[in-house]
Nanobody, 121 residues
């Protein structure tokens, strides 16, 4: 059973920084990508950043230059360093791992339960 556990959320003032962590445990075949999504109240879940097995990195336009995604393959952990936070970054942040399915071209999606980030004075 694969489990993803996020940590690092909280309340921060505008302009501040937070670092999110997501540690994955359990048996996975071959991780294709690790990433972060977020969902603000009343809005759909959206991609924030992801990094693939070939080190491709993708960022949402709204976080480029402010957020940095990184990963520790040995620990199956992905991080999101968030700087210059804005009130509009307030959301529940979810960790995601896409794992290759053995003998198939399909991918299995695993999600964490989410961690709340609130940017406010």
């Amino acid at each position: 059973q694969v489990q993803l556990v996020e940590s690092g959320g909280g309340l921060v003032q505008p302009g501040g920084s937070l670092r999110l962590s997501c540690a994955a445990s359990g048996s996975m075949f071959s991780i294709n990508s690790m990433g972060w999504y977020r969902q603000a109240p009343g809005k759909e879940r959206e991609l924030v950043a992801l990094t693939t097995s070939i080190s491709t990195v993708v960022y949402a336009d709204s976080v480029k230059g402010r957020f940095t995604i990184s990963r520790d393959n040995a620990k199956n952990t992905v991080y999101l360093q968030m700087n210059s936070l804005k009130p509009e970054d307030t959301a529940v942040y979810y960790c995601n791992i896409m794992d290759k399915v053995k003998y198939s071209s399909s991918l299995m999606a695993y999600w964490g339960k989410g961690t709340l980030v609130t940017v406010s004075t």
